[in-house]
Nanobody
Framework: QVRLVESGGGLVQPGGSLRLSCVAS????????MGWYRQAPGLERELVAV???????TYADSVKGRFTISRDNALKMVYLQMNSLKPDDTAVYYC???????????WGQGTQVTVSS
């Protein structure tokens, strides 16, 4: 019952920046923990960053200090600001909404991020 649509992916050179956006449709957005995950070809999907309903954030060690996750509950959006991008950041990035109390877990379709010179 929650639809997530990502945008903002693209091709960027190493050291560049990109901002991903995810807009949600559905009710009780503010109750969900929102996250960004990524998956490179042949690899498992991994957590990049999460932000709780209270605004607490957690980052993967590989992106800590470079990426920033934020949310706007009024607009039902979550963002991922990516700076100092590296080729290893190349992946499909997915937006996720999770609310364990009601067993809610939803995913967007993904947006491609390619870091290459």
């Amino acid at each position: 019952q929650v639809r997530l649509v990502e945008s903002g992916g693209g091709l960027v050179q190493p050291g560049g920046s990109l901002r991903l956006s995810c807009v949600a449709s559905g009710s009780l957005f503010s109750s969900y923990t929102m996250g960004w995950y990524r998956q490179a070809p042949g690899l498992e999907r991994e957590l990049v960053a999460v932000i709780s309903s209270c605004g607490y954030t957690t980052y993967a060690d590989s992106v800590k200090g470079r990426f920033t996750i934020s949310r706007d509950n009024a607009l039902k959006m979550v963002y991922l600001q990516m700076n100092s991008l590296k080729p290893d950041d190349t992946a499909v990035y997915y937006c996720n909404a999770n609310w364990i109390v009601v067993k809610g877990d939803y995913w967007g379709q993904g947006t491609q991020v390619t870091v290459s010179s």
